[in-house]
């Protein structure tokens, strides 16, 4: 006889694990983070399987699982993140993470291990805890939405069926979205939908459980999409993210949002792509001028070594000057931030470019490193050099200002990148200036056009 598993309730050592993963996520590496519709969580002890797009590698999982206080968040994760180091396998378990084996990575031979999980899961649920899943089975690379694999809603049948169909099982959908999924002190939202029960497909479920999974999955894909920003036209990606980057912030104002709040810049995105999508339907001429428009002038962009917001907000050699006169007044805290600063970037990011292809792996690499590795044991360092040298609470103080440290040496890095771009704008040549202002305008006549439609 199999083993009932009750609700799980996190003990002292995981609260205090993922309340140190939250203070880094949420205070060092994110600039903000945003929780939306929290509300829609059922209350703890409810069976519950939430079910999310997937864009960032572990910063998706991460960012829901220390979104919670009250449960420990199980994740399907995949199985070869477990078999870096036997070490590694058993921490990843601890924490609540389990493997899924894919055909197109761990081969066919390999699916059948995921028997295993499938079990262990629907135990889980039916003991009124909580899964993480990601029904794409990989990450994708940008704002668009992947085909789903029907595995989760399998599994949520199949557990309830393992409990006779007496629990009500409920499906949760969510998504992750970013402002950018690259470098740190970005903006982060995970935002939840409306729950859905599964029991009213429990009696089609017993005769066709096919058309009950479809029919499931159908209402929480459509969830998903309605909640993230899915660019469908892949071909001319570039084209569109390069607009609604550009754009978004000047529509969010015009609807009296705020454009730095990225749940508003999000809604604004939204209607700037379901605006053009809509457009590619009936005047797909008007479309393709738009995308010509665009990919010209981030060409010009790309080349003339500074961006859009050089042209909005014009900058004078003598506030140049100003900037940097700050930057080398700053130069020697700048220096001092280096440690732990420029060890927490390089090392993350020298392995990572050894090890990975896949950039959307960087994030990953840059909070694992510090949160599990760096961080600690340049702590430990840190504090034995300054109590042998100086005195114990003097090392207790420099360890406390790592966070500070750290954002203050991106900010610094952020201010440079700037002033240089300020720089550029100064020199570039008037045609340059006058040709991209030209296209900005452009752009900005066909966008509006096409969201009064």
């Known amino acids: 006889m199999e083993k009932k598993i009750e609700t799980e309730k996190p003990n002292m050592a995981y609260r205090f694990f993922r309340s140190y993963l939250r203070f880094l996520h949420d205070k060092v590496y994110y600039k903000n983070v945003y929780r939306v519709n ?58 609540g993470l389990l493997p899924a084996f894919r055909i197109n990575y761990e081969g066919e031979a390999a699916l059948a291990k995921n028997e295993e999980t499938f079990k262990m899961t629907e135990r889980t649920l039916l003991g009124g805890n909580t899964i993480l899943m990601f029904p794409e089975a990989g990450h994708q690379d940008k704002h668009w939405l992947g085909t789903f694999s029907f595995g989760y809603t399998k599994m949520a049948f199949q557990a309830a069926e393992a409990g006779n169909f007496e629990k009500e099982i409920f499906i949760l959908p969510s998504c992750n979205h970013y402002s950018d999924y690259f470098g ?6 995970v935002k939840y939908g409306e729950k859905i029960s599964l029991k009213p497909y429990y009696e089609l479920y017993k005769t066709k459980p096919r058309t009950a999974q479809r029919q499931v999955n159908a209402l929480v894909r459509k ?108 130069l020697p805290l700048w220096i001092v931030s280096l440690w732990p600063s420029l060890p927490a970037y390089a090392i993350p990011m020298a392995f990572f470019k050894k090890k990975f292809k896949d950039p959307m792996f960087e994030g990953t690499m840059l909070f694992v490193f510090n949160a599990l590795l760096l961080l600690p044991l340049s702590a ?74």
């Open 38 to 95: 929290e509300e829609a969580i059922p209350e703890s002890g409810t069976p519950l399987l939430i079910v999310s797009n997937h864009q960032n590698c572990l910063n998706d999982p991460l960012g829901v699982v220390v979104s919670f206080n009250d449960r420990k968040l199980n994740v399907i994760t995949r199985a070869d993140v477990f078999a870096y180091h036997p070490l590694a396998g058993k921490f990843l378990r601890g924490i």
């Open 380 to 453: 430990l360092i840190t504090f034995i050099v300054m109590w042998v040298n100086v005195s114990w609470w003097s090392g207790l103080v420099y360890v406390a200002l790592f966070p500070a440290l750290m954002l203050f040496a991106w900010k610094y890095a952020m201010w440079v990148k700037g002033t240089i771009r300020d720089i550029r704008y100064q020199m570039a040549p008037s045609s340059v200036v006058g040709k991209m202002r030209s296209l900005k305008q452009r752009i900005s006549d066909k966008l509006n056009a096409m969201l009064k439609k």
């Open 223 to 330: 969830q998903i999409e309605e909640l993230m920003l899915d660019i469908r036209d892949v071909d001319n990606y570039d084209a569109v993210d390069f607009i609604r980057l550009n754009w978004g912030a000047g529509l969010a104002a015009q609807k009296g949002l705020n454009p730095e709040a990225l749940p508003d810049r999000l809604m604004a995105d939204k209607e700037i792509v379901e605006a053009i999508q809509a457009t590619q339907a009936e005047a797909p001429a008007e479309v393709d001028a738009l995308y010509a428009d665009a990919r010209e002038l981030k060409h010009l962009q790309d080349k003339a070594g500074f961006t859009l917001k050089q042209l909005d907000h014009t900058s004078t050699p003598i506030v140049s000057s100003l900037k940097l006169m700050g930057l080398l007044a700053l």
């Open 184 to 189: 740190i002190q970005n903006q982060y939202m």
